[in-house]
């Protein structure tokens, strides 16, 4: 099936195009709009670190998908539900259960670590009244928050409640990722591939072709780089986010102290304002999390309850106190050092070289935490001037995004026709764009990669075909090859159905009726002579009278007309396509009658004597009508070939045939099955040809309209309440079919087309 247009899906990045932030992507086909992700760009503050949000009528989506809390996926959340025309719309605004507790917490330490007022986007009572309108889901559950599109998250590892979303819109399937991570770690399940293949893969870029280390190799380089600062009487100073690795790095070091006893006196400190309340939540869905955590659960061992970590007050002066104090290891937030205890620590910290700083996470462009990697002799203060930079720093990778390896064989998994990549800087993405391609290319497959650029749509067309379900009686019995399968096409929200009629009321709750047309026509014309002329159009007309008991001529077994009156007819039919096609042509026809010449004969003079010729078109009966049909096809084929033979034979075991002699070559056809036999096989395509012509110029309108006669025991009669629906037609009385003036002149005019005629017998 397929459709009259080409659907387009048009995708539009308000975010995260060719860069790293701000994650905002704008799906629309069909009508039907939804947005993924709504964050910001941590290197920027204020309505710049906001999407393009002003591109996009928000009172037209019909829902957002968060993939995980993180600020640059989430953070802008608040402003567009609260902010712009998005409660003027239908919107809803899905996340999962775990995402939905975290991302409270993110906002409100995001609130409370803003640099000034002025760059605060919203209230805390916005932001309260935001959360109450999210809606959280499970992992695998299908959702489907209109008509026509339906959603499924599934774990996509990376924090947390991370979910990657496989969009049904119409039928076109796009996949979402969001930030994955395709390596299981010490509490979170790796990256699912969906069971279906999407048509749209929308990927993040962020690594390119970069390669990381194993995570055992990174545990290992880690530990030993902490152990190494402690002992030359160090600080150490890890700037994550509050939720997400922090956890992650928290039960590396729990472990590792565990086994090394000569740092029970060397504190680790959590230092977020969320410590506290995010552990709760880790420790609430762990049921989330990978098998390793939830056998230590179930064994009594909760692993959140860590032995040597522990969590600073929020009193003031506290970095002071731990930075004049011995060696310690500090987690604190935020991780990119815009601002922050981290910011202030490392501040505090980067004039000695005996202090580490050990990134953990991807830093994006624009950040201190970017620009520190790169390690300069001096870095500006938040309050100004310029602080020196000897302590060491260096970069370990816990980021739980997919490297380029990771990256590519997901994408070959997936399989889909379009690949879209996003969340990664303009040189990285197009790096990664090139490998992708080769790899592709290598393999002889036809697999579309786009860069698109923020605001910049892209706009991809498949093909327009979508499949129908057979269900109920049609679903009985499997069909065979080249079986044509009739019945009513039902379509609801994109997808088609179909079903036979008598089941339309079990499974799409819709009852079917029959219309009945009936039309009266005044003329002054014989009985007899309608029927004259409506056998030279239609050929054989059957005659009778209705339950009524009045005369009644149906035609082509559609359409009845009546004698209601001494001058006027009734027409009477079952409104269809066809059968409104046969009812219009036949009103034209009667309309006419009393044009036609043998109409103008019949009243121009009386006659006294009686016959019963019928039109000559119409068609007999039996034997009677199956030699008129041969002589008129012999009568075809001789004005094409000239040299014909009809052998016919009373016997039922003898061969009837036409033998058509042609210069040497001989051809047969049979008369039974139509079937044409030839040695020369250019004659046989000709006489073929020919054939089909004559059986379509010579065959009777009510031969080719009629349904084929079905055996008596494959007739079941319609049944209404109970009761019998058919109605049939008697057949007139003897004593009432007396010939008429009218056929008189009927028949003596198809007499005279007769004899004029210049058709032959053939021997």
């Known amino acids: ?162 979910c990657m979303f496989l969009i049904d819109i119409a039928g076109l399937k796009i996949l ?41 190799e990174k545990e290992l380089r880690f530990t030993s780089l902490v152990h190494s600062i402690i002992r030359r009487g160090g600080h150490v100073l890890l700037p994550t986010f509050a939720l997400g ?127 520190i990697m790169n390690e300069p002799d001096e870095f500006a203060s ?33 399989k889909a026709q379009h690949v879209v990549l996003v969340h990664g800087e303009q040189s990285v993405m197009g790096r990664l764009r090139g490998a992708m391609a080769s790899r592709y290319k290598e393999r002889g497959e036809d697999v579309k990669i786009h860069t698109p650029r923020n605001l910049e749509t892209l706009e991809l067309t498949f093909r327009g ?28 929200d994109y997808s088609y159905t179909l079903l036979h009629p008598r089941d339309l009321k079990d499974f799409a709750g819709l009852t079917t009726c029959s219309v009945v047309q009936r039309q009266k026509i005044e003329l002054n014309v014989g009985w007899e002579l309608v029927r004259w002329h409506l056998e030279g159009m239609f050929g054989t007309i059957d005659e009778g009278v209705d339950h009524e008991g009045v005369a009644t001529m149906r035609v082509l077994g559609s359409l009845d007309v009546k004698k209601s009156g001494e001058t006027e007819l009734t027409l009477e039919w079952d409104s269809s396509a066809s059968n409104d096609m046969v009812a219009d042509s036949t009103v034209a026809l009667i309309s006419s009658i009393d044009k036609s010449p043998a109409s103008v004969k019949l009243t121009s003079r009386q006659h006294t004597h009686d ?36 052998f016919m034979s009373d016997s039922e075991d003898e061969e009837q045939m036409f033998l058509i002699t042609l210069d040497d070559a001989q051809a047969k056809i049979n008369l039974v099955d139509l079937t044409v036999e030839s040695e020369n096989e250019q004659l046989k395509k000709r006489v073929l040809a020919v054939l089909d012509m004559a059986v379509t110029t010579v065959t009777s309108l009510s031969d080719s309209f009629s349904p084929p006669v079905l055996p008596e025991d494959d007739v079941a009669p319609k049944k209404d309440n109970g009761e019998e629906k058919i109605k049939e037609m008697s057949p007139v009385p003897p004593e009432e079919s007396g010939e008429t003036q009218e056929q008189d002149e009927a028949a003596e005019a198809a007499e005279t087309v007769k004899e004029d005629s210049p058709l032959t017998d053939v021997e």
Request: hydrophobic share 40%.
């Open 1 to 162: 099936m397929t459709e009259a247009h080409t659907p387009t899906l048009s995708v539009t990045l308000l975010g995260a195009g060719q860069e790293v932030g701000r994650s905002c992507c704008v799906l629309q086909y069909r009508g039907r709009t939804i947005v993924c992700d709504t964050g910001i760009h941590p290197a920027y503050s204020g309505m710049a670190s906001l999407p393009f949000i002003d591109e996009l009528d928000w009172s037209t989506v019909d829902a957002i998908l968060i993939t995980h809390f993180h600020l640059d996926h989430a953070a802008a959340l608040t402003y567009i539900t609260e902010k712009t025309n998005f409660r003027d719309g239908p919107g809803k605004v899905y996340m999962t259960h775990p995402t939905k507790a975290l991302h409270r917490f993110m906002m409100q330490d995001f609130l409370r670590m803003g640099s000034s007022s002025a760059d605060n986007l919203f209230t805390p009572m916005e932001m309260s009244m935001s959360f109450a309108s999210i809606i959280p889901v499970q992992v695998h559950q299908l959702i489907s928050p209109c008509p026509g599109v339906s959603f499924t998250p599934y774990h996509a590892g990376h924090v947390l409640g991370a």
């Open 176 to 216: 979402y990722t969001g930030d994955y991570s395709r390596e299981e770690d010490r509490h979170l399940v790796k990256a699912e591939v969906p069971p279906i293949h999407p048509d749209v893969l929308i990927v993040e870029s962020t690594y390119g072709v970069h390669s990381l280390d194993s995570r055992d």
């Open 245 to 371: 690795r922090a956890q992650e790095l928290l039960l590396i070091l729990d472990e590792y102290w565990n086994k090394h006893p000569d740092l029970h006196n060397v504190p680790i400190y959590y230092a977020s304002g969320l410590a506290r309340k995010s552990m709760a939540v880790y420790q609430t869905y762990i049921h989330t999390m990978n098998s390793h955590i939830r056998t230590r659960f179930a064994k009594r061992d909760n692993p959140f309850v860590f032995k040597h970590v522990s969590t600073l007050p929020n009193s003031r002066g506290w970095e002071k106190k731990i930075g004049d104090g011995p060696p310690c290891v500090v987690l604190a937030s935020p991780g990119f050092m815009q601002s922050g205890p981290s910011r202030e620590l490392f501040e505090m910290w980067a004039p000695d070289s005996r202090n580490g700083l050990i990134i953990t996470g991807y830093s994006v462009e624009g950040t201190l935490a970017r620009d």
């Open 382 to 414: 938040v309050k100004g001037g310029m602080i020196p930079r000897k302590a060491s720093v260096d970069y370990i990778s816990f980021s739980a995004h997919v490297d380029y390896a990771q990256n590519a064989e997901f994408i070959e998994l997936v």
């Open 465 to 492: 075909e979508r499949v129908a379900k057979a269900i109920g009686t049609l679903a009985d019995s499997p069909p065979k090859t080249g079986e044509v399968l009739t019945g009513l096409l039902i379509s609801k």
């Open 611 to 646: 016959h019963d010729k019928p039109h000559p078109h119409a068609e007999g009966a039996g034997k009677e009508h199956q030699a008129a049909h041969i002589t008129r096809l012999a009568w075809f084929l001789e004005a094409h070939f000239r040299d014909i033979a009809l």
